[in-house]
């Protein structure tokens, strides 16, 4: 995995790799705060358990809806200023904490995260096909998953964060939120509300910060192949690629098992071994995202012996034989299984994304915008498990929905991500 060097024997793509593959720990840190603020915020601001649900909605709205501007943004006017923009609409949504805090406003919470998540689209349907551009090409899907290791970092450190600088700790009943005089309930909830005020001050400076060394740092304006002629053509001519078309496929269906298993877990063990919530979210974060942080830096490693697509359908196949032991057991083993698949999950996300914009020239830029919109695939599929858990009454019976997703992911690995030469008309 070595980059293109200069005449004069220098890296000139260490610096913009390092900056970039900071990026990618800033919208890991977005997601993963999210199980923190829908119960925080649900108390703060006194809300049912649909309208706390929107948090999540807010942010996947966010990457639909900008994930096709932030690709023409960055056709415009190239990879620099794509991240420049994306990091001040990060830093613009975190400040707007403080104001939606202050004045118990979730309507304004909602609209700080997404105006974050449109910044992280912005990043993330940057970040990803420029690093593949940083080296040789052979190599980028692994350079890739060595970047996206440090998105597994995020997903471990927030839930951390959070849960010492967000959550107080501090939980009435109803019974006694009911027996406060007005002027102590609105005292009580402004100061849950106002947890969040320092912390996302911390994240508005820090992002700044980061944009400030973007700036001022050499980010090359890589200059891409355009052979056959269509790299102005910025549309969805980009699906004539067959590899884009399942790889976007592929995407939302791997997003979307992601979402399902982790989303329900705490349900789940509660249902197969009756672990108490606090225990089965530790378990979580402790032990199923940390495999998620090794698998990353693990599957790396492994790509310089295994092909990325021969490695991501035996991840893929592994996974689906994880779930369906987890769907056919009870007991403990069946938690196991679960909590076993994060670590092959790791290496999907990348991977699909680098083979889905392979060899596409300036078309990448659209490639990307399109693979990041399949994120809504988060949205999705949950719906899906909830319906089957309604119907059966059993959450075991509804993890069959993420070991499908799993089965688009191996086609895409078997035979969805080889290139097919276009025909010319």
Not at 6 to 13: D, R
Not at 135 to 147: H, K, V, W, Y
Not at 232 to 260: D, M, N, P
Not at 266 to 287: C, H, N, S, V, Y
Request: with cysteine; hydrophobic share 55%.
């Amino acid at each position: 995995m070595q980059p293109t060097k200069t005449a004069t024997g220098k890296n000139q793509y260490l610096v913009p790799f390092i900056l970039v593959t900071s990026l990618f720990f800033l919208w890991a840190f977005l997601h993963n705060t999210n199980p923190i603020l829908i119960p925080h915020l649900k108390k703060a601001c006194q809300l049912t358990d649909t309208q706390s649900a929107l948090i999540d909605t807010a942010v996947y709205i966010g990457y639909f809806v900008m994930a096709l501007p932030a690709g023409l943004f960055m056709h415009r006017y190239g990879y620099k200023k794509g991240i420049l923009f994306g990091l001040v609409l990060y830093a613009i949504g975190a400040f707007l904490f403080i104001p939606a805090a202050s004045s118990l406003s979730y309507g304004m919470f909602l609209t700080a995260l997404f105006i974050i998540a449109s910044g992280a689209t912005f990043l993330e349907t940057v970040a990803n096909p420029y690093i593949t551009k940083l080296g040789d090409p052979a190599t980028s899907e692994q350079r890739l998953n060595f970047a996206q290791s440090f998105n597994g970092v995020g997903a471990f450190v927030a839930p951390i964060i959070g849960s010492q600088f967000i959550l107080s700790g501090v939980e009435h009943t109803k019974e006694e939120l009911k027996a406060m005089s007005p002027d102590m309930l609105n005292s009580y909830l402004l100061g849950e509300a106002g947890t969040v005020k320092i912390p996302y001050m911390v994240i508005a400076i820090v992002v700044i910060i980061v944009a400030a060394f973007f700036f001022f740092s050499h980010i090359p304006e890589i200059k891409e192949d355009d052979s056959d002629g269509h790299g102005h053509s910025f549309s969805a001519k980009i699906f004539r690629h067959s590899h884009v078309t399942w790889a976007v496929i592929a995407q939302l269906f791997y997003v979307g098992a992601q979402v399902c298993v982790g989303s329900f877990f705490i349900r789940f063990t509660k249902e197969m071994m009756d672990l108490p919530e606090k225990q089965a979210a530790l378990w979580w974060g402790t032990i199923a995202m940390v495999g998620f942080m090794v698998g990353r830096f693990v599957g790396t490693f492994l790509m310089k012996y295994i092909q990325a697509a021969k490695l991501l359908s035996i991840y893929a196949i592994i996974n689906i034989i994880l779930l369906a032991v987890a769907i056919a057991i009870k007991g403990p083993i069946a938690v196991y299984a679960v909590i076993a698949v994060p670590f092959f999950m790791s290496i999907m996300f990348p991977t699909i994304f680098a083979l889905g914009i392979k060899d596409l020239g300036e078309e990448s830029k659209i490639a990307s915008s399109f693979i990041v919109m399949s994120i809504v695939g988060g949205a999705i599929f949950p719906l899906f498990m909830g319906l089957i858990s309604d119907a059966t009454g059993s959450m075991q019976n509804a993890y069959i929905v993420p070991l499908l997703c799993f089965v688009v992911v191996l086609y895409f690995g078997w035979k969805g991500h080889k290139i097919v030469p276009i025909k010319q008309s």
